[in-house]
T-cell receptor, first 114, second 114 residues
Framework: AQSVAQPEDQVNVAEGNPLTVKCTYS??????LFWYVQYPNRGLQFLLK??????LVKGSYGFEAEFNKSQTSFHLKKPSALVSDSALYFC????????????FGGGTRVLVKP | ETGVTQSPTHLIKTRGQQVTLRCSSQ?????VSWYQQALGQGPQFIFQ???????GRGNFPPRFSGLQFPNYSSELNVNALELDDSALYLC?????????????FGPGTRLLVL
């Protein structure tokens, strides 16, 4: 069975500082990894995905993520956080051997302080 | 905007009742998935439809059922509502775009069961 863990319930960062949101995964086949962001009372917005190839994936709004196969991690990063980045972030995995179902982590709340 | 719309935005039902939630996606999005997001948790996969046929189901009982229509709309039906069915229900659609499709989410329907 596939699973995703987001070890931090909340991440606090000052505006302008680097932001990292951690994610580790477990799958039986090839991992296809996603990051989504959710603002209050909104659905999920797609940020980026890893399929294969370059371990550094660039996405929307200045976010990027680093895939590390040996550590089974897919951490989300932003070099300089904005107050408007404050939201709930979800990591998700699709197991290449298990159809199109996404399995989500529990989410990490990011609070960027001015 | 993802082009995925859901209705209604909010709904209140009582235990034992039945509910139908609706989703409309963009032309060409021939795959639709439904997720349940309980408060403070990540989304949980309910089921997926491809070209009007169910082609994957999560760990949800048969009282959760769905339909997908040729006009790229879909429905989630829940019978015999229970208090634990209170959640945000998310619809996500995708279109053929390479080896791994991206799912685009609607804003969700918040269901409260009393």
């Amino acid at each position: 069975a596939q699973s995703v863990a987001q070890p931090e319930d909340q991440v606090n960062v000052a505006e302008g500082n680097p932001l990292t949101v951690k994610c580790t995964y477990s799958v039986s086949g090839n991992p296809y990894l996603f990051w989504y962001v959710q603002y209050p009372n909104r659905g999920l917005q797609f940020l980026l995905k890893y399929i294969t190839g370059d371990n550094l994936v660039k996405g929307s709004y200045g976010f990027e993520a680093e895939f590390n196969k040996s550590q089974t991690s897919f951490h989300l990063k932003k070099p300089s956080a904005l107050v408007s980045d404050s939201a709930l972030y979800f990591c998700a995995v699709r197991d290449g051997a298990a159809g199109n179902k996404l399995t989500f982590g529990g989410g990490t709340r990011v609070l960027v302080k001015p | 905007e993802t082009g995925v719309t859901q209705s209604p935005t909010h709904l209140i039902k009582t235990r034992g009742q039945q509910v139908t939630l609706r989703c409309s996606s963009q032309s060409g999005h021939n795959t639709v998935s439904w997720y349940q997001q309980a408060l403070g948790q990540g989304p949980q996969f309910i089921f997926q439809y491809y070209r009007e046929e169910e082609n994957g189901r999560g760990n949800f009982p048969p009282r959760f059922s769905g339909l997908q229509f040729p006009n790229y709309s879909s429905e989630l039906n829940v019978n015999a509502l229970e208090l634990d069915d209170s959640a945000l229900y998310l619809c996500a659609s995708s279109f053929p775009s390479g080896p791994v499709e991206t799912q685009y989410f609607g804003p969700g329907t918040r269901l409260l069961v009393l």
